[in-house]
């Protein structure tokens, strides 16, 4: 059996991680980067098809770009993040089913079936994307999710030719506690849950 990760682990992932909304001016490298790709690709996925892909807007040309796409206070986030990822999934993730899953080749399975093959690329690139999170935490790092933006033109402006659909945004960067919102409650574990 392995042991638990220490508490202090346990605080910088989950129980004292936030959603930041403001950010210091800490730039996050390329080199950074990489490193939450190379953890996050490990998550599990249906039949390992890793249908995630990640666009990491950076440049401020690519930012102001973006801001027509989102909502509200997120305009200014995208703007003061010194990154924002749109996580988006390959409609085509099956090309690389023999590869990725050579126990099962699985292409013809999503191939013949767009229902299933968009449900399953869609699901996966969230897990994925909750991946992506996790791995920005462990590596000290902060996030902010959200969904307060429009699908149709984000690919529009920045998958227009591919076969890459946006599924969510997210901030990333190094977040300024000082401005951080008082902390939201959440639901109790009866509230949540059953055990049957």
Not at 72 to 82: C, D, F, L, V
Not at 112 to 128: M, P
Not at 169 to 185: A, F, V
């Amino acid at each position: 059996m392995r042991p638990p990760i220490s508490p202090e682990s346990v605080k910088q992932l989950f129980t004292h991680a936030r959603s930041y909304h403001h950010w210091t001016n800490q730039p996050v490298t390329q080199d950074t980067l990489e490193a939450i790709y190379e953890l996050m690709k490990w998550g599990p996925t249906s039949v390992n098809s890793m249908p995630a892909r990640l666009l990491f807007v950076r440049s401020e040309a690519e930012k102001e770009k973006l801001v027509p796409c989102v909502l509200g206070s997120n305009i200014e986030q995208i703007r003061t993040a010194p990154v924002t990822v749109i996580v988006a999934f390959d409609e085509c993730f099956f090309a690389h089913s023999k590869r990725l899953f050579p126990a099962y080749d699985a292409t013809a399975l999503f191939a013949n079936d767009s229902r299933l093959s968009e449900a399953t690329a869609f699901r996966n690139s969230s897990l994925q994307g909750a991946y992506m999170m996790f791995a920005a935490r462990a590596l000290g790092l902060d996030v902010c999710p959200m969904s307060g933006f429009d699908n149709a033109l984000v690919d529009q402006r920045f998958f227009q030719g591919t076969t890459w659909k946006s599924n969510f945004i997210c901030t990333l960067g190094y977040g300024d506690e000082s401005k951080l919102y008082p902390r939201g409650p959440r639901l109790s574990f009866e509230e949540s849950c059953r055990i049957v």
